[in-house]
């Protein structure tokens, strides 16, 4: 076999030869396609070892704790870019000259609006309705409203749903927020992308200023969310597209695995978890429970599944929450002066320290929302939205190539053939 191969040896010897892919970062890949051929399949509960897909968009070396989109480093991005940058640098590889910069922030602008079945739909949902369901819902209705005449193989189509998704996300955030006080006012179309979310949010009359503090807080927030490769949502994404189902029918499946506690409804979990501690000296009795094997308790917006050293989103999200405390004149918020005496206990105890659990981004992303004003069922609202350009990314380079129904198999560890046995005769 020419190349770089693993050989993998079964059955007492006999050695089946698989091909190496090689990366451009990061590990290589054991191409394991053939080995259903064999009479084998490979196991990997959570796919912890398994590359579903190959990518372009992220990289992520979990060691490093280094996050890189489309090459740049995450860091460099949240303090020079902006959200509709980062968006198109997702979308289309490289980060706009000033006229593709223009025009793609002209072209997200003409679709801020929303068909007005989708926008009327959320007065029907109860009043303690959780956003993140109204949020599932309401993008599962654009794939209703969007899907007469789209052509998943017309590039032309695939680019303008991405405009779409991006531009009326922070509407339907906006509705959830709303609900049931009623709609948006109309867009102020001199507002930047944050500042646009800010004001169809919060607007309740043409006085409404938008901070440019707080605009640039959650323009950061955006970003940080804005992608991190083949994680449980995206995944969702990628295996629901695979079908050819509808796109934006795709990104709801996406926003339902986005709102598990595992994952992105970790930032609601940690302010619940901060609220259930409520006093700095409960603290040690928390950080021992979640060292206890028998007690399900873990501390929120702490480890990873990919970094096993600081989360690089995690350092920005921090510098942000003091920027945001101090302008609003919160900075002796009890909360935050909660999460540092927990991040500082944590740190320093050895359980962490084995495992390498240091703070992810949603530890402080809560903290920050909370003092913007956003309610806290409504966090993983604000992640899905931020989230939205690397979703519809990666179902975009899937479905701009050749692409496989996404379809894993299973050790079955059943019953083995039985017949049937009639009511009667079962005991
Ligand atoms: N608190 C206490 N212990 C923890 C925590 C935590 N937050 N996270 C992991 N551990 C421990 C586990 O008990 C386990 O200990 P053991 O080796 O003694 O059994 C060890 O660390 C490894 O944990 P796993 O669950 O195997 O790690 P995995 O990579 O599967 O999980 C996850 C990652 C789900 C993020 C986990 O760390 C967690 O539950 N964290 C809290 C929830 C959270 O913040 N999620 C947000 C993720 S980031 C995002 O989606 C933006």
């Known amino acids: 076999m020419a190349g770089k191969h693993a050989k993998l040896c079964v059955d007492g010897g006999r050695v089946i030869e698989l091909p190496v892919l090689e990366a451009s970062l990061g590990n290589d890949v054991i191409d394991i396609g053939t080995l259903t051929n064999e009479g084998y399949f490979t196991y990997d509960p959570g796919f912890v070892s398994t590359a579903a897909c190959d990518s372009d968009i992220t990289y992520i070396d979990g060691d490093a704790g280094t996050l890189l989109h489309r090459g740049y480093p995450i860091e460099q991005l949240a303090e020079q870019s902006d959200f509709l940058e980062l ?42 309705a959780h956003p993140m369901g109204m949020m599932t819902a309401l993008t599962g209705a654009l794939a209703a409203e969007y899907h007469d005449g789209l052509d998943i193989t017309e590039e032309t189509h695939r680019l303008a749903t991405a405009i779409r998704l991006i531009a009326k996300m922070p509407l339907l955030a906006a509705l959830t927020y709303r609900h049931p006080k009623g709609l948006p006012p109309p867009p102020r179309q001199d507002l930047g992308y944050a500042g646009h979310f800010l004001h169809a949010t919060f607007a309740e009359d043409e006085s409404y200023e938008v901070n440019p503090v707080i605009a640039r807080a959650m323009n950061r927030i955006f970003m940080l969310h804005a992608d991190h490769e083949q994680n449980a949502s995206t995944s969702t994404v990628r295996l629901a597209g695979s079908t050819g189902t509808n796109p934006y029918s795709a990104i709801a499946a996406g926003i339902a695995a986005l709102w598990g506690p595992a994952h992105g409804g970790a930032n609601e979990a940690v302010l619940n978890m901060l609220d259930e501690i409520g006093r700095p000296d409960n603290i040690d009795k928390y950080v021992a429970r979640a060292k206890d094997k028998d007690d399900p308790f873990r501390i929120m917006g702490f480890g990873h599944r990919v970094y096993k050293n600081r989360d690089p989103r995690a350092t920005v999200m921090r510098r942000t929450c003091h920027e945001v405390l101090a302008e609003l004149g919160v900075a002796n918020d ?36 909370k003092a913007v004003g956003i309610p806290t069922e409504m966090f993983t609202v604000i992640f899905a939205t931020g989230r939205t350009p690397g979703w519809i990314a990666h179902w975009r380079e899937m479905v701009s190539a050749p692409y496989k129904i996404g379809r894993p198999r299973q050790l079955y560890r059943g019953q083995t053939a039985r017949n049937y046995v009639s009511l009667e005769e079962r005991d």
């Open 87 to 128: 968006c198109h640098l997702l979308l289309n590889g490289e980060l706009p000259t000033p006229s593709e910069k223009d025009a793609f922030a002209a072209a997200v602008a003409e679709e801020r609006h929303l068909p007005e079945s989708v926008a009327e739909m959320v007065s029907r949902f109860s009043p303690g």
């Open 334 to 369: 009890h909360l935050l002066q909660m999460a540092q005496r927990l991040e500082e206990i944590a740190l320093q105890d050895e359980f962490f320290i084995e495992r390498r659990l240091y703070p992810n981004v949603d530890f402080y992303s809560g903290i920050t929302l």
